[in-house]
Nanobody
Framework: QVEVVESGGGLVQAGGSLRLTCAVNGRTFSRYGLAWFRQATGKAREFVAALARNGGIAYADFVNGRFTISRDNAKKAVFLEMNDLKPEDAAVYYC?????????????????????WGQGTEVTVSS
């Protein structure tokens, strides 16, 4: 069983920055595929960013260079650095883990590819 806990959400003004952290309690963290998704009130969950085991990265189009996903295998953590936040970025952000990733596994954007999820951390952006 893999435990996933997000933190770092909060209230920020438009144009501000936040850094989300996802702590993962798993024995083989360095082998995991990682991703961030988000869900705004009344909307479907959507892909934000993914980081494959081999270092491959994918971002949603709306990120447009504002967000950066990264990992620290020693700390068993994945991060989402978010800059130039907009009111439309307000959502609950979820960390997702793909435990069965192999070296050729790409950074998937489909939520169905991920096995473990956290409870989410809420981001609010004031205009």
């Amino acid at each position: 069983q893999v435990e996933v806990v997000e933190s770092g959400g909060g209230l920020v003004q438009a144009g501000g920055s936040l850094r989300l952290t996802c702590a993962v309690n798993g024995r083989t963290f360095s082998r995991y595929g990682l991703a961030w998704f988000r869900q705004a009130t009344g909307k479907a969950r959507e892909f934000v960013a993914a980081l494959a085991r081999n270092g491959g990265i994918a971002y949603a189009d709306f990120v447009n260079g504002r967000f950066t996903i990264s990992r620290d295998n020693a700390k068993k953590a994945v991060f989402l650095e978010m800059n130039d936040l907009k009111p439309e970025d307000a959502a609950v952000y979820y960390c997702a883990i793909k435990s069965g990733a192999i070296l050729t596994t790409p950074p998937y954007s489909r939520s169905e590819e991920y096995d473990y999820w956290g409870q989410g951390t809420e981001v609010t952006v004031s205009s």
